[in-house]
Nanobody, 123 residues
Framework: QVQLVESGGGLVQPGGSLRLSCAAS????????MGWYRQAPGKQRELVAA???????NYADSVKGRFTISRDNAKNTVYLQMNSLKPEDTAVYYC?????????????????WGQGTQVTVSS
């Protein structure tokens, strides 16, 4: 099993900044891709930003230029720096990670989710 522990959410005024963190722990050989998704009330969960273990990144168009994803592979931790926050960024933000695990039958990859952290942008 793999546990993803998120932190850093909260209430911020429009134009403000927040930094989310997500640390992976548990039984795995390596964490491959890590990313952040968000889900606003009444909407589907959507990708915000993702990063491969090699450092490639991709972003949702709505956050390009405002959000930055980064990783510390030694700590199995991913960060999301969110600047110039807008009310439409309000959502529960979920960490996602793909873990490479060894089993009796060989290698497998499995996807895991964090519990979510609330980000509210409001004046």
């Amino acid at each position: 099993q793999v546990q993803l522990v998120e932190s850093g959410g909260g209430l911020v005024q429009p134009g403000g900044s927040l930094r989310l963190s997500c640390a992976a722990s548990g039984s795995f050989f390596r964490i491959n891709a890590m990313g952040w998704y968000r889900q606003a009330p009444g909407k589907q969960r959507e990708l915000v930003a993702a990063s491969t273990s090699g450092g490639s990144t991709n972003y949702a168009d709505s956050v390009k230029g405002r959000f930055t994803i980064s990783r510390d592979n030694a700590k199995n931790t991913v960060y999301l720096q969110m600047n110039s926050l807008k009310p439409e960024d309000t959502a529960v933000y979920y960490c996602n990670a793909e873990a490479l695990q060894g089993t009796a039958l060989g290698w497998r990859t499995r996807e895991y989710w964090g519990q979510g952290t609330q980000v509210t942008v409001s004046s």
